[in-house]
C-alpha cells in the first residue's frame, strides 16, 4: 500500500482554548484531532498542570496541505493574539489516506 503526504499540526495552547481550537478545526474541514494535558516550562514560566482549567493542552490534527494552511493562517490571526499558544507542522505520510 503507497504512503500519501499529509500535514501533521500540533498546537500547544492554554487548556482555556480547547473549545475555541476546536471548533477551528472543524470550521477548516478537519475530521479528526487528538487531545493530550500537557505541562511544560516555557516564556511564560512553569504550566504544572495540576489545575486542569489552567494547565496546557496538546492538539494534533492530520490533515491535507490546503486544510493546514488554512488552519494555520487563521490560528495566527485569530487565535494567537488571544491565547498563550503555539503551533508548528510537520510534512508525513499516512497510509489510510480517507481517514483525514
Do not use: S
Amino acid at each position: 500500500m503507497p504512503a500519501h503526504p499529509m500535514k501533521l499540526v500540533t498546537i500547544i495552547c492554554e487548556a482555556l482554548a480547547h473549545a475555541a481550537v476546536t471548533r477551528l478545526l472543524r470550521e477548516v474541514g478537519a475530521h479528526g484531532w487528538t487531545v493530550f494535558e500537557v505541562q511544560g516550562v516555557g516564556a511564560h514560566g512553569e504550566r504544572t498542570g495540576e489545575m486542569a482549567e489552567l494547565g496546557n493542552i496538546q492538539v494534533e490534527v492530520i490533515v491535507p496541505a490546503a486544510v493546514c494552511d488554512r488552519l494555520m493562517e487563521r490560528l495566527e490571526k485569530d487565535y494567537f493574539p488571544k491565547y498563550g499558544m503555539v503551533a508548528y507542522e510537520a510534512d508525513i505520510r499516512v497510509r489510510r489516506p480517507g481517514k483525514f
